[in-house]
């Protein structure tokens, strides 16, 4: 494409070239790099299923060990919560006091999310703070309850109420206690404290949104002091923002670049798959990852803190483990030792050897296997499949024909190849996005993460703006492309784990409700 001096200048300011916007564009005129699945992960075929004896010693070795490591828990949080409330903006497009009862409303549109909604009312966190700006009560909707509720969601949403579907969701409240409010930000802070508190000092990392930045340094600002009583423990608190470098551009149906009415190039965020950069600034030996709507209430707060040392420890020990075999690779091995080392790859990191290894010369068998134990390593929680949408576990074939563990978005998969359907309608398991991480070589030099990322597991999503569908690249995932080429360890957590709030209705499930 000939880019204009306008647009050529509109590129450069982001930190792109044209030729990687060409590479952007070329993308999408060729055919989607669906993702290669072979079988799915289970239980004894790529999950581990872990043993009470075997928990209680993963987590002694955190706990023997943690405070010699530099840790950092890492949590994606730059999304806006508009997409919470996606049916209650619906609703109050759509809904017409004068021709229809609230009760008609969800029966003709069949929005059953709604009928919820008002059902749990009284158990957001939010009720009271709604009321006060009404400037009603209780007793109002027993008067006129489709009216009151018609204002509860105007006065939630609305700019000059309080404007909810345009926080930060990491600000937004999601746990009401006796005395206070709790967001998803504040829930991190307390959660690290019970396992990432390590020479009375915990480092939390989040990255966010720019124009969101005030908002969470003022937040901080007002609950540090308050945490830090209650549980004994400092906090370090650092953010980033994703780099516009890794912005894409976004395309028509036709795969022309849109303009917006300034005759500006359109870009959009490229995905979590971007924060690998932002991870790869990461100076620590563990990282722990979670997702920023990941969080309960303090009741769970104990179970949540136990897998994630399980989690930390069996990394650690692996991770021992690994180095021990690298230096022991490099100083000379017997063939006794080579096949232990072989073993260890194959039983505790998945990685399934080539055929061809026993052909090859020692010096050869070294260098093979000294590439595949350099590596950074992930440990990943995996809760059992419950319906919900997001990546899975699974064994990939990559080009080269080898075949790895590897966390699988939806969208990855070819809808038309019905051999592929049938491995992922078998799938066991889900990925909550609960993970560790070391990234660290067995010299303590950290890794560059980048190198370990597979460039060619992007994939396109079909968007809309200004009510017009457009196409976005969204690059490889953060732990699905982004971390293909890192040595891989699935184990089995329970479902307490997992507790996203993708609607504003999950906050009535009981992981999130104060008992």
Request: proline share 4%.
């Amino acid at each position: 494409m000939n880019f204009s001096k306008k647009h050529t200048e509109q590129i450069e300011a982001k930190g792109l070239t044209l030729l990687q916007v060409e590479e952007q564009l070329d993308k999408f005129e060729k055919k989607i790099p669906y993702t290669d699945i072979t079988e799915h992960a289970s239980i004894q075929r790529g999950i581990l299923k872990l043993t009470a004896a075997t928990e209680e010693a993963y987590i002694k070795a955190y706990k023997d060990e943690y405070q010699r490591f530099e840790i950092i828990k890492f949590t994606p949080a730059s999304g806006a919560a508009t997409r919470m409330f996606k049916f209650l903006y619906k609703f109050l497009e759509n809904y017409n006091p004068q021709k229809d009862s609230i009760n008609s409303y969800i029966n003709k549109e069949k929005e059953p999310e709604v009928r919820l909604f008002f059902i749990g009312l009284e158990k957001f966190p939010f009720y009271e703070d709604v009321l006060k700006l009404m400037n009603k009560t209780a007793l109002d909707r027993i008067k006129r309850p489709d009216e009151f509720n018609r204002d509860f969601v105007h006065t939630l949403l609305a700019e000059t109420g309080l404007n909810y579907g345009n926080y930060p969701k990491g600000l937004l409240p999601f746990h009401k206690y006796k005395n206070h409010l709790s967001t998803p930000f504040q829930e991190h802070l307390f959660e690290a404290a019970n396992y990432a508190c390590r020479n009375g000092k915990a480092k939390l990392h989040f990255t966010i949104s720019k124009h969101h930045y005030d908002k969470f340094k003022e937040t901080e600002r007002n609950i540090l002091p308050n945490i830090k009583e209650k549980t004994g423990c400092d906090f370090e608190i650092s953010y980033s923002y994703q780099l516009e470098e890794t912005d894409t551009v976004a395309v028509d149906p036709k795969n022309r670049p849109i303009l917006d009415a300034e005759g500006n190039l359109v870009f959009r965020p490229g995905g979590h798959g971007a924060l690998i950069e932002n991870l790869n600034a990461m100076d620590a030996d563990l990282i722990f990852i979670k997702n920023i709507d990941n969080v309960v209430v303090n009741t769970y707060s104990e179970e949540i803190s136990r897998y994630k040392k399980i989690l930390a420890g069996k990394l650690i020990s692996v991770q021992q483990k690994a180095f021990k075999f690298m230096e022991m690779l490099h100083n000379g091995v017997s063939d006794e030792e080579l096949n232990t080392i072989l073993n260890f790859l194959f039983t505790e990191l998945n990685i399934q050897i080539s055929e061809e290894f026993e052909k090859y010369s020692q010096k050869y068998q070294i260098e093979y296997l000294i590439d595949k134990l350099n590596r950074p390593i992930r440990v990943c929680g995996m809760v059992k499949n419950e319906g919900e949408p997001g990546g899975g576990p699974f064994w990939v074939k990559h080009e080269n024909g080898s075949i790895s563990l590897q966390i699988v978005e939806s969208a990855q998969i070819d809808k038309k190849n019905e051999y592929h359907q049938s491995i992922q309608k078998l799938a066991t398991h889900f990925n909550p996005v609960d993970i560790v991480c070391g990234v660290k070589d067995y010299h303590g030099n950290k890794y560059d993460l980048t190198r370990f990322v597979d460039r060619k597991s992007y994939f396109i999503a079909s968007k809309s703006k200004s009510g017009k569908k457009i196409k976005a690249l969204e690059l490889p995932g953060l732990w699905n492309g982004g971390m293909a080429f890192w040595n891989t360890i699935f184990v089995e957590v329970p479902l307490v784990t997992f507790n996203p709030v993708k609607t504003i209705n999950d906050l009535l499930k009981p992981t999130h409700q104060v008992t």
